[in-house]
């Protein structure tokens, strides 16, 4: 089968067409980095006036790309949430109309299930069920991944998720816009035993995750006049990966029989959190799992492969599903979404 894919959630607008045989055919991005950068964040109005912009040029883009037109794919998925509201409207809108004018089935698609799956997409060999670590601008969380639709949340944050963190830190830092990357990159000339940050929740029995403290402790850091930036971002980044391998180590304490260990989302694209959750696979006699860093990040390739698998368990949606800010992907959300179609 052949699958469109459309993505909207935050700031990048991006279509794909992949395969069920996992063959990105095409796939296209555009990002909204100068239009928030003024803002040092994503202003939702803007984003959702960009998505309008370009989402249709990028659709007729991926199908000239790879030489298909409508008539061609087997279905349309589009991002139905979670995420800004008026962003998702937009590629979710798209989606229905082009799924109503070609005659296909629409797949609604969680943003939470694409990032998800996508490691499926980048290594074949991955099988249920597997622990994810999921890491992104929006959520950090611990997910028993046991099938498709079929997510159990082991842990999450009870304050901030860790993209947030490092967001928050680079504005604090005065890095730019996005932070993740400028935080990694200063930290690459930092010493990340220069200041002493707290590792909240480590140690603690459940696996949940609490990154406040630090952008606080981050914070008085820097008012201490005492620290570079580049010292704060390593030390930063190290904490984080003490909190993230600690946490991940408690969850797989409790994961029962599992394929493997895998990390996806926004914060995933970092090679420092790869290369410590990388040690602690190996040293739990799992094989370790990450999507190349461009799949981490939003994009609409892992929307698609999401709608290749949900179309494969003949998973689809009627064209009135709603867009939706707010979206778990738990046990619990699944069943209600499923008695509402
Ligand atoms: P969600 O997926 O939770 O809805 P989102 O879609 O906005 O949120 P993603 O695009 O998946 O998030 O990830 C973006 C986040 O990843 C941002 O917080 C960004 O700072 C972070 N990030 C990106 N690259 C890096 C990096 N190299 N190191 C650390 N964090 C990074
Ligand atoms: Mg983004
Ligand atoms: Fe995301």
């Given at each position: 089968a052949i699958i469109l894919g459309l993505e909207s959630s935050c700031d990048e607008t991006a279509a794909a067409l992949v395969t069920s045989e996992r063959e990105i055919l095409a796939h296209a991005l555009a990002g909204q980095e100068e239009a928030h950068r003024p803002f040092g964040g994503v202003v939702p109005e803007i984003a959702a006036r960009a998505h309008v912009e370009v989402m249709t040029p990028l659709?007729?883009?991926?199908?000239?790309?790879?030489?298909?037109?409508?008539?061609?794919i087997d279905a349309v998925a589009a991002t139905a949430g979670p995420g800004l509201i008026g962003g998702v409207m937009v590629g979710l809108m798209t989606g229905k109309?082009?799924?109503?004018?070609?005659?296909?089935?629409?797949?609604?698609?969680?943003?939470?299930?694409?990032?998800?799956?996508?490691?499926?997409?980048?290594?074949?060999?991955?099988?249920?069920?597997?622990?994810?670590?999921?890491?992104?601008g929006g959520h950090c969380q611990l997910l028993l991944v046991k099938g498709v639709g079929s997510y159990e949340r082991l842990a999450t944050t009870i304050d901030d998720a860790a993209g947030e963190a490092f967001d928050k830190t680079a504005k604090l830092l005065g890095l730019g816009f996005p932070g993740g990357p400028a935080v990694e990159k200063a930290a690459q000339t930092g010493d990340p035993a220069s200041v002493p940050l707290p590792r909240p929740m480590v140690g603690r029995a459940?696996?949940?995750f609490s990154f406040a403290g630090l952008k606080s402790a981050v914070l008085r850091a820097r008012d201490s006049g005492h620290y570079t930036p580049e010292d704060i971002a390593a030390s930063f980044q190290a904490a984080t990966i003490d909190c993230l391998v600690d946490r991940t180590a408690r969850g797989l304490a409790s994961a029962g029989d599992i394929t493997a260990l895998?990390?996806?989302?926004?914060?995933?694209?970092?090679?420092?959190?790869?290369?410590?959750?990388?040690?602690l696979a190996e040293r739990n006699g799992l094989p370790f799992i990450a999507p190349p860093p461009w799949l981490c990040t939003d994009n609409a390739a892992m929307i698609a492969w999401a709608g290749v698998e949900r179309f494969a368990a003949d998973l689809s949606d009627p064209l009135d599903i709603p867009a939706r800010a707010r979206w778990p992907l738990d046990a619990d959300a699944a069943k209600a979404r499923g008695a509402g179609v």
């Open positions: 659709v007729a883009q991926v199908f000239e790309e790879a030489e298909l037109s409508l008539s061609d109309g082009l799924a109503l004018a070609g005659g296909k089935p629409l797949v609604a698609v969680n943003h939470l299930e694409g990032h998800a799956l996508s490691p499926r997409l980048a290594d074949p060999a991955l099988e249920f069920p597997y622990l994810l670590l999921l890491v992104s459940d696996p949940h895998v990390v996806a989302g926004g914060v995933a694209s970092n090679s420092a959190i790869r290369g410590a959750l990388r040690a």
